[in-house]
């Protein structure tokens, strides 16, 4: 019987959050930070979708034959991986300067909002592209 199998990248951003895997419209399962899970399905085309509250992934479709093993890895957006430690370290730069020096650094402040409006996008408008399905 055809296998697929799922593996979880970690990331800060959803660390503590499993994500829902979706195929063909049904639940699957909830996968967990680094986790790896296996199924056995019947052969055939699928779709598959990853969630998380309101956002998601866009769908990725697999064809899978009989004795055939298919390996799926889900994520976050783009650069999630380093998003939410940079933007926490450049966030702290920007207040000690701030009330320290009770000086507003131009630059370590447009940094932040560039990163609040990356941020933005996936969480509204892109929200179908928070997280990624990508075949390995």
Do not use: H
Not at 24 to 47: M, R, S
Not at 73 to 97: D, M, N, R, T
Not at 111 to 125: A, C, H, N, P, V
């Amino acid at each position: 019987m055809p296998k697929l199998i799922i593996k979880r990248n970690s990331e800060w951003a959803n660390k503590m959050r499993p994500f829902e895997i979706y195929i063909n419209g049904i639940k699957l399962t909830d996968i967990k930070d680094k986790e790896v899970l296996a199924f056995e399905i019947p052969e055939g085309n699928y779709q598959l979708k990853a969630r998380i509250d309101w956002c998601g992934s866009q769908p990725l479709n697999i064809k899978i034959s009989e004795g055939e093993i298919k390996r799926v890895e889900v994520s976050g957006f783009i650069l999630s991986k380093y998003f939410l430690p940079v933007a926490i370290i450049c966030a702290l730069l920007y207040f000690v300067i701030y009330f320290k020096y009770n000086s507003n650094n131009l630059i370590l402040g447009t940094i932040l909002m560039l990163f609040l409006g990356y941020l933005f996008y996936f969480l509204s408008f892109g929200r179908n592209q928070y997280l990624r399905l990508r075949e390995v």
